[in-house]
C-alpha cells in the first residue's frame, strides 16, 4: 500500500479534445436494469447507474485488451481525521487488506489470481483497486470482494499491533527523504487550522497510539456505500457485472448515520511564513508555497498553466533562467489538495556547497518577473497540445483511466474530468497573468521570514462553487474511437508477427488494431567489444543522455516540441506514437541518434546533475548497501565497462569528462550496423519497413560488436555493516552467486521456488514473516537474476526497518530461509504460485510497449514468443519436489554475503533500552 498527499495538477487534468473512444455499447435500458438500480448519465463510454444504498457505479466496457481493472474510491482522506488520530485513513487502508470472515486471506487470493493490487490514501480520497486478466471468476470475485470487505473488514488488535509498525516503517523511510521531509514541514506551516497542513502519512506518535476502537469507528462511519463510488474497466459483459454488482452491494443497507460535516476554513494568509530542515544530508532543496483555491474553481487550471510555464523542462522560463546558467540543478513543481483551497508549490534542488540563499533569491525574481511579463501565446499552445496527448494516450488505456478516475470523484462528480479536459483549451493568457498576480504575492507565500508592513499583500481565496453551478454547461461529447480484441497468447502474437531482416537489422512487426491508432517502437543497436570499450563507462553513459538535447538540426527545445507534434512518448530507443505519425517519428529517432550535437551548456547541466546525483547518495543506506555488494561480486578488471567504481572514483570519472569526449565517443561508437527494431500496433506495414531502411540503412559503426561474455563472480560470504547517523530507515540485503543460465533445466524450478519464498510481494513467505507477522518491515522481497547465455546467476533478498530493528530482521530472513530449507514448501503454496505466476506473465503479454521489448529480446537471442509457451508450460508442469529440490540445490544460507545499513546509535539505544531477559 502506499500513500500520495500530492493532488493532480489542474494542466495534467486536461484531455484530448474533440477525440474521445467508442466503449462497447452502455447497458442503456431501464427495463433490463437489476432492480432497485437507475441509470443516471453517460459520457463518452462511461455509465454511471445508482443503488439504492447510494453506492454509485461507474461502467467502461472495453474489449480492445483482455484486462479488467475494478477501483473502489472511497469519499475520505486525512482531511476527515480529528486530533490525536493523524494517518488514520492511511491505516485503516492497510488494514483492510487483513480479511473478513468470508476472505480471511486477500492478499492470498490476489497472487493466486495473479492480480496486480494495491491501494492508495491521500488527502481527500482513499481507493483499492485490482488489475487483472478477463474472466468472469476474476471479475465476479473482485467485486463480491469490494462489497464484502466495505462492511465486514475485521479491523481487528491483533491486526493493528503488526500492521502499526509496518506503517511506522513506511513513515521512517519518508523520513530519509529530503524532498518528503521539507514537503511535510511546508504544509505544516503554510496552514494554520485546515488538515491539508497534515501529511497524510500522519504524526509518528498518532500511528504508535491510535486506538483499535477509533480506527472501527472510522471504518463504520466512512466505508459506507452512499459514500463509495464503485468503477469497472475493460473486458466485460454490463448486464452481467451489473447484476453481479446489484446482488453483491444491493445487501448492504442504506446508512441511517449522517456523514460529518467538515466547516474549518483557512483564514486569509497575513504575512510571509518560513521553515528551515535542519538534517544531515547531500542535497539543498529550496520551495516557494502560495494558498491557491479549489480545483473546481476556475482559478486552479489557470495556476497550473503558470507553473507549466514558468518550471517545465526544456521550455520553462526558471529552467532558462536558473538550470541554463547553472545556478541550480533542477527546477520543479507540484501541489496539495484538490477538493478545498490548496498548496501550490514551486521548487528548485541546489548543489551542495552552493548558495541557497541566492537560489531563493533568483527563485523569487524569476516568479516575480513573471507577473511582468505574461505567457506568451507559443507557451500556452504548447503546454494544451501537450496536455491533451497525455491524456489521449491514458483515455486510450482503460487500465490507467481506471485508477486515475479517484482523483475526479474525490471532487463529487466523475465528469469533472471531461469538463476539466474541456476548459483547458479556454485557458488564456491573460487568465494566467491575472491568477499569478492574485495568488502569488509575497503576504500569500511560504518561504522567508515574518515582516512588519503596513502595504499588506493578501490573497483572499475564494470557497469552492457548488458542483452543480460548475456542472450546469457541460456537454458531453459522443465517443470515437475503438480497437480490436487482441489476443495475447504467444502463439498468436508468433502468428500475427512478420519477422524480417532490413540491413544487417534484425526486425519484428505485429500489426493490429489499437484504439487511438497507437503503435509502439522498441530499438536495440549494439556496438563496440570488451577491448575496444574499456574505460568507457562514465562517456558512454554521458553521450546517451545527452541525445536529446540538441542536434544538427534541432534545439533542445524544439527537438522537444517536435516529439510533442508526433505524440511520440518515452525515449529515443522505446517509445509510442501512432499510425499517422510513425514514419515521422522513426526518422526523427534516426536523426538524433546520427546528429546529436551536444552542446557545450546541455553538457555542463548534465555534468552538475550527475555530480549532484551521486553526492547525494553517499550516505543513504541503500546506496551504500548497493555499492558494497557490487563491489563485492564484481568480477571484472578495472576499466571494463562493467566494472564497478566507487563513489570516489565515480565523481572523479564525472569531473574530468569534457564534451569533446562525449562527442568523439558518439562518432566512434553509433552506428546501425547490429540490432534489433520491433514494432507493435497500427501500422502499415509496407510503409513501416520503408521507413525502418530509409532510417537506418547504410549507418554504420565505427566499433565492430562482439558480445560481451558474462563471468560469474566468485566471491566468500561476507557480512559488512555500514553506520548511517540520523537515518530513520535501514536496510539488510543479501546475495549469492551461482551457475545457471535462462535454458538451465532447473531454471523453471527455481523461479517458482523464489516467487513461494520472498517473490509474490505481500503473499510470500518473506513478507508474510517479517511484515504480517512481526511487523519490522514495510517493503522487502527476494529475486533470482540468470544470463541469457553464459551460466551465471544470483540470487539476492532485501528489505528495510528502522536501525533498532534491522538485528531481528536479519535474524527473521535467516530463520525463514532455514525453515524453507528444512521443511519445504507446501502444495497449496505450489498451486497458488503456478496460477498466480501465469496469470502474471498472460497479463505481461497485454501491453504493446512489452511486446516490442520482448520480440527485441526474442531477434537477438534467435527466439519465438514459443520460447515463451515453454517456460509457462515448465511452470504448469512442476512438482513439489521438483521446486522443493531446486530450492535447497541452489540457495545456500551460508553462502550469502549479508550487507546492512543503519543508524548505529539508534540501534545501541534501542537494545540498551531493552529489558534483560
Known amino acids: 500500500m502506499k500513500f500520495s498527499n500530492l493532488s493532480l495538477s489542474p494542466v495534467l487534468r486536461a484531455m484530448v479534445l474533440g477525440g474521445a473512444i467508442l466503449f ?31 453506492l454509485r457505479v461507474l461502467l467502461m466496457p472495453d474489449d480492445s485488451k483482455p484486462t479488467v481493472t475494478v477501483n473502489m474510491t472511497y469519499l475520505v482522506g486525512s482531511r476527515h481525521e480529528n486530533y490525536g488520530e493523524t494517518g488514520m485513513a492511511h491505516l485503516l487502508e492497510h488494514l483492510l487488506f487483513k480479511g473478513t470472515p468470508k476472505n480471511q486471506h486477500i492478499d492470498d487470493d490476489f497472487n493466486k489470481r495473479g492480480m496486480r493490487s494495491n491501494g492508495t490514501t491521500n488527502l481527500d480520497r482513499t481507493n483499492y483497486f485490482e488489475l487483472f486478466q478477463a474472466s468472469d471468476d476474476n471479475l ?28 511506522r516503517n513506511e513513515y521512517e523511510r519518508g523520513e530519509n527523504s529530503p524532498f518528503g521531509v521539507l514537503m511535510k514541514r511546508m504544509q505544516s506551516v503554510a496552514y494554520d487550522w485546515h488538515n491539508y497542513g497534515n501529511s497524510t502519512i500522519g504524526n509518528r506518535s498518532d500511528i504508535e497510539n491510535v486506538k483499535i476502537e477509533n480506527l472501527q469507528a472510522f471504518y463504520r462511519t466512512y466505508y459506507q456505500p452512499d459514500n463509495a463510488v464503485l468503477l469497472v474497466a475493460g473486458k466485460f459483459q454490463t448486464a452481467k457485472v451489473l447484476n453481479w454488482i446489484s446482488d453483491a452491494f444491493s445487501k448492504i443497507p442504506k446508512p441511517t448515520r449522517v456523514l460529518p460535516k467538515l466547516w474549518t476554513v483557512e483564514p486569509t494568509q497575513d504575512g510571509e511564513r518560513s521553515v528551515i530542515v535542519r538534517r544531515k544530508g547531500d542535497i539543498q532543496i529550496v520551495m516557494v508555497g502560495y494558498k491557491v483555491p479549489s480545483t473546481l474553481h476556475e482559478d486552479r487550471d489557470a495556476i497550473g498553466f503558470a507553473n507549466s510555464v514558468l518550471t517545465s523542462t526544456p521550455h520553462g522560463r526558471l529552467h532558462k533562467q536558473l538550470v541554463e546558467t547553472g545556478k541550480v540543478a533542477q527546477i520543479f513543481s507540484t501541489s496539495v489538495g484538490n477538493v478545498d483551497g490548496g498548496l501550490s508549490l514551486i521548487g528548485a534542488v541546489v548543489k551542495k556547497g552552493e548558495s541557497v ?210 505524440k511520440m512518448s518515452g525515449g529515443l530507443y522505446s517509445f509510442q506514437t501512432t499510425k499517422e505519425n510513425l514514419s515521422k ?29 551521486l ?70 506495414v509496407a510503409a513501416t519497413k520503408a521507413a525502418i531502411a530509409s532510417a537506418f540503412g547504410n549507418w554504420e559503426s565505427k566499433a565492430p560488436y562482439q558480445r560481451l561474455i558474462s563471468k560469474l563472480p566468485e566471491a566468500p560470504a561476507v557480512r559488512k555493516t555500514f553506520n548511517t547517523p540520523d ?45 504480517q507477522k512481526d511487523g519490522l518491515s514495510y517493503g522487502g522481497g527476494t ?58 506473465r498472460v497479463q505481461g503479454r497485454t501491453t504493446d510497449g512489452a511486446l516490442a521489448g520482448g520480440w527485441n529480446g526474442n531477434l537477438e537471442l534467435g527466439r519465438t514468443w514459443a520460447w515463451s509457451k515453454g517456460m509457462d508450460d515448465k511452470i504448469g508442469a512442476l512438482t513439489l519436489e521438483q521446486v522443493n529440490a531446486a530450492f535447497r540445490r541452489y540457495i545456500q544460507p551460508e553462502r550469502i554475503s549479508f550487507f546492512i545499513a543503519g543508524d548505529e546509535a539508534k540501534a545501541a539505544a534501542a537494545a540498551a533500552a531493552t529489558p534483560a531477559k
Do not use: C
Open 24 to 54: 462497447t455499447t452502455p447497458y442503456s435500458l431501464a427495463e433490463n436494469l437489476p432492480k432497485g438500480v437507475t441509470q443516471v448519465t453517460t459520457v463518452e463510454g462511461i455509465t454511471e447507474y445508482r443503488l439504492p444504498n447510494g
Open 140 to 167: 465476479k470475485w473482485a467485486i463480491e470482494m469490494e462489497a464484502d470487505r466495505m462492511v465486514n473488514s475485521y479491523i481487528a488488535k491483533k491486526d493493528l499491533d503488526t500492521e502499526m509498525t509496518v506503517v
Open 357 to 566: 540563499e541566492a537560489a531563493r533569491d533568483a527563485l523569487l525574481a524569476g516568479i516575480e518577473n513573471f507577473k511582468a511579463n505574461p505567457p506568451t501565446k507559443e507557451e500556452i499552445d504548447r503546454i494544451k497540445r501537450d496536455s491533451l496527448n497525455g491524456f489521449e494516450k491514458m483515455l486510450n488505456n482503460h487500465e490507467s483511466i481506471g485508477v486515475a478516475m479517484s482523483e475526479y470523484i474525490s471532487t463529487g462528480d466523475w465528469r469533472t474530468l471531461f469538463k476539466d479536459r474541456d476548459d483547458t483549451e479556454k485557458v488564456t493568457a491573460d487568465q494566467v497573468s491575472a491568477a499569478v498576480k492574485k495568488y502569488y504575492v509575497r503576504d500569500n507565500r511560504t518561504v522567508g521570514m515574518f515582516l512588519p508592513e503596513d502595504q499588506l499583500q493578501r490573497a483572499e481565496i475564494p470557497a469552492a462553487p457548488a458542483i452543480a453551478d460548475v456542472m450546469k454547461d457541460f456537454k458531453p461529447k459522443a465517443a470515437a474511437l475503438s480497437g480490436e480484441a487482441f489476443d495475447p497468447s504467444p502463439a498468436n502474437i508468433d502468428k500475427r508477427t512478420e519477422i524480417t531482416q532490413i540491413g544487417p537489422l534484425k526486425v519484428a512487426l505485429l500489426p493490429k488494431k489499437n484504439r487511438g491508432e497507437t503503435v509502439n517502437v522498441s530499438i536495440s543497436l549494439h556496438w563496440g567489444n570488451e577491448q575496444s570499450l574499456q574505460g568507457k563507462s562514465t562517456v558512454a553513459a554521458m553521450t546517451g543522455s545527452l541525445l536529446t538535447t540538441g542536434t544538427s538540426k534541432y534545439s533542445r527545445a524544439q527537438l522537444s516540441d517536435e516529439m510533442s507534434r508526433l
Open 585 to 613: 517519428a522513426l526518422e526523427l529517432v534516426s536523426h538524433v541518434l546520427r546528429e546529436a550535437n551536444f552542446p557545450d551548456n546541455e553538457f555542463e547541466q548534465a555534468k552538475k546533475r550527475a555530480i549532484v546525483n
Open 615 to 684: 553526492e547525494a547518495s553517499a550516505n543513504e543506506p541503500s546506496s551504500i548497501v548497493s555499492r558494497a555488494m557490487n563491489q563485492h561480486f564484481n568480477p571484472y578488471p578495472k576499466g571494463d565497462i562493467r566494472a564497478f567504481r566507487s563513489l570516489e572514483e565515480s565523481l572523479a570519472d564525472i569531473k574530468a569528462l569534457t564534451v569533446e569526449q562525449v562527442r568523439e565517443y558518439h562518432k566512434a561508437f553509433y552506428g546501425a550496423s547490429a540490432g534489433e527494431i520491433s514494432v507493435v500496433g497500427d501500422m502499415d
Open 727 to 771: 537515518k530513520e530507515n535501514g536496510v539488510v540485503s543479501g546475495s549469492m552467486s551461482f551457475a545457471m543460465n535462462e535454458d538451465h533445466p532447473d531454471y523453471a524450478a527455481l523461479r517458482v521456488a523464489n516467487y513461494i519464498f520472498g517473490g509474490a510481494g505481500l503473499n510470500s513467505r518473506l513478507m508474510e514473516r517479517i511484515r
Open 783 to 840: 529475486s533470482v537474476s540468470v544470463d541469457e547465455h553464459e551460466l551465471v546467476a544470483r540470487f539476492s533478498l532485501s528489505a528495510t526497518a528502522a536501525p533498532q530493528n534491522l538485528a531481528k530482521l536479519e535474524a527473521a530472513i535467516k530463520e525463514e530461509l532455514q525453515k524453507a530449507l528444512k521443511d519445504g514448501f507446501t502444495a497449496e503454496e505450489l498451486a497458488k504460485a503456478k496460477s498466480g505466476m501465469l496469470q502474471q
